[in-house]
């Protein structure tokens, strides 16, 4: 019965559209302090390429790989961040696509580590992974009647709606805590916020480095997730594409990027018949959303709007009424 | 041989240097940096393609033809990307680097339908065409770009500096508006200004096309972003700072690929442009300004 309802080419999809949310959050925390970076495809690469090189040709197991591959992208973000804090709105956009360029370029060039442009094959597969743990462990995938590719697209799909739901909580958290609240106020107003005894460099370094810790793990579960990378998954059109998710869902509030990383990830799976011109429609669908809504469909007023409309209908529910008799 | 790179250089670098204006130029008056000029010198270049190649018509009507094509495109780049957002409140000053990048996705894809993805070539009848001094081969192609662009330089400084319509083009630089309180019609300033730099992007794609025999949709992505690099390293809004940055790079990258490092020669722009935003932000022959804190 579940043999049949699990489709691995859906799985598949939407693990896709998992880790796209992940590299929604990661953009999102950079705006959240008003940096606009376009260097997140490059950030990207260097995790994919940590975890493959380390995993493929150094043995380390496959977890260790990702996490070492995150904190080294957040390291490299770090650095990149303190000549970053002297660059503003279009001067860093413009330095943090050079830096992604540059990183590409390196890739390409650097040909006894990186294969070049050719890429790096046979990457340890996540599914495959935890397919060999789960039969060493004596669970075989037939117990619950499903073939070994079924299981393998569904542990995949869990694993990162496990880890996607722990970042989206974390930085929720973390949005309610302190440096959520130093980071609004630098967004607003950085000499106000100074002057208000808020440390910048160090928070604007902070939200550089979590963005780039957060878009590095994303790339190295991309490459044990398609098990081959190349310097042409991370160009400029990749950065462009985690940017657009941000712009069109909004980068206010932390759902804006992951509603845009879920609709147009799944939009051209929807409309198949206008996939061809899936860019096309992104270009008009930026250039039409600066123009009319360019805070992005979901800001701070449609969140209150719906917090509103649902304790609207708890209050209906109960028939209390509290608010009115007040 | 050295010379031979030399004049190679100089070749590229003044493609560079027509390609940077045209941002130089539209930075200078409306402090954006418009992303989607790239792609409207792709679309000049691919203008000259079809112009030449398949309607078979001489070198000149190419020209005139990309020009008037990537004048209409700068036309609607205006109109659709940047004027809706000009003088509206809560507009973040990033918004118009946002739709223009917009608007250079949709002209690359656009560019994909309309003449397919790979290379074309770009053959014209003095292509092959050279002269010997000594030892070393000088193609007429290359003299007709340098040629060319210096006349562009040479006629933009003549413009801006000498005529009514360029010293407007400068008070609006200076403050939009005040020019406008001084009786400049800001709005058509801009217009023209955009104009007036997707026109020089149709000029250096052609250029393009002549020197390296070859068109694609991605070639405005390419030079699109040296052209960046290139204002970013003369200092935004510096018509002499872009001339300079971009011969200097066109030289750095020839004498890269001539000594061996050929692979990182796209990485030279942008290493520079590292190095320069940290070290001196306002570009190597800008004025120390607020510019880059802004």
Same mark, same amino acid.
């Given at each position: ?13 939407? %693990? ?24 997140? =495809? ?184 398609? =098990?081959?990378? %190349?310097?042409? &998954? ?64 979901? &800001? ?10 649902? %304790? ?9 009424? %509290?608010?009115?008799?007040? | ?30 402090? @954006? ?6 792609? @409207? ?16 018509? !001489? ?61 074309? !070539? ?39 500096? #000498?005529? #009514? ?60 972003? #040296? ?40 990485? @030279? ?26």
């Amino acid at each position: 019965m579940l043999s049949e309802l699990i489709n691995p080419y859906y799985l598949q999809i939407a %693990s896709f559209i998992l880790l796209n949310i992940i590299l929604g959050v990661s953009i999102y925390i950079t705006l959240a302090t008003g940096q606009l970076s376009l260097g997140h =495809a490059g950030f990207m690469s260097i995790g994919a390429y940590t975890s493959a090189i380390l995993t493929l040709n150094h043995n380390v197991p496959l977890v260790l790989g990702i996490v070492i591959a995150a904190v080294f992208t957040g390291l490299v973000g770090v650095i990149i961040g303190f000549p970053a804090l002297r660059l503003h709105g279009v001067y860093l956009a413009i330095a943090t696509l050079g830096f992604g360029e540059v990183i590409r370029v390196l890739f390409v060039n650097w040909e006894n580590l990186t294969n070049g442009a050719i890429g790096i094959a046979n990457i340890p597969h996540l599914g495959r992974e935890i397919l060999t743990l789960s039969k060493d462990i004596g669970f075989e995938p037939a117990a619950l009647g499903l073939r070994n590719n079924q299981f393998i697209s569904l542990a995949v799909f869990l694993l990162l709606l496990i880890i996607t739901i722990a970042v989206i909580w974390f930085f929720i958290r973390q949005n309610n805590s302190r440096i959520g609240r130093a980071y609004a106020s630098i967004k607003m107003d950085e000499q106000a916020s100074e002057a208000m005894g808020i440390n910048i460099t160090y928070y604007k370094i902070l939200a550089f480095g979590q963005g780039a810790l957060l878009a590095g793990f994303a790339g190295a579960l991309y490459a044990h997730m398609t =098990a081959y990378i %190349s310097p042409s &998954d991370f160009d400029y059109h990749r950065a462009v594409e985690i940017l657009i998710f941000a712009i069109f869902g909004g980068s206010e509030v932390i759902w804006g990027p992951i509603f845009g990383a879920i609709f147009l990830s799944s939009l051209p799976e929807v409309l198949r018949s206008v996939s061809e011109y899936r860019f096309m429609i992104y270009g008009a669908l930026i250039v039409f959303m600066m123009a009319f809504r360019p805070q992005g469909l979901i &800001d701070m007023n449609v969140m209150n709007w719906l917090k509103r409309s649902k %304790s609207k209908k708890k209050e209906g529910k109960h028939g209390t009424g %509290s608010k009115e008799n007040q | 041989m050295l010379i031979e790179q030399l004049i190679n250089g100089l070749t590229l670098g003044s493609i560079y240097v027509v390609v940077a204006l045209g941002y130089t130029l539209v930075f200078g008056v409306l402090n @954006i940096v418009n992303m989607g000029h790239g792609e @409207i010198f792709m679309f000049g270049a691919f203008m000259g393609v079809v112009v030449t190649n398949s309607l078979e018509l !001489p070198l000149y009507v190419a020209f005139i033809i990309a020009i008037v094509v990537t004048a209409i495109l700068g036309y609607f780049l205006e109109r659709v990307a940047l004027r809706p957002l000009r003088g509206k409140d809560g507009v973040s000053h990033l918004a118009p680097l946002i739709s223009t990048i917009g608007v250079s996705i949709f002209l690359e894809n656009a560019a994909h339908h309309l003449f397919g993805a790979g290379n074309k !070539p770009f053959r014209t009848s003095f292509s092959d065409m050279s002269f010997t001094v000594g030892t070393t081969t000088v193609y007429y192609v290359q003299i007709l770009i340098f040629v060319i662009a210096i006349l562009l330089m040479a006629g933009l400084m003549f413009w801006l500096s #000498k005529t #009514k319509a360029g010293k407007a083009l400068r008070a609006s630089a200076e403050d939009l508006s005040v020019a406008s309180l001084l009786g400049v019609n800001t709005k058509r300033m801009i217009t023209q200004t955009v104009i007036l730099a997707s026109a020089m992007g149709g000029i250096a794609g052609i250029l393009v096309g002549l020197a390296f025999n070859s068109v694609n949709p991605q070639m405005g992505l390419s030079f699109g972003l #040296k052209g960046l690099a290139i204002i970013i390293l003369g200092g935004l809004g510096n018509v002499r700072g872009a001339m300079a940055g971009g011969l200097i790079l066109g030289l750095a990258e020839t004498f890269v690929v001539a000594y061996g490092a050929s692979g990182y020669r796209d990485a @030279i722009a942008f290493i520079a442009i590292i190095v320069i935003l940290i070290v001196r932000p306002q570009g190597i022959f800008g004025t120390a300004t607020s510019g880059s804190r802004g």
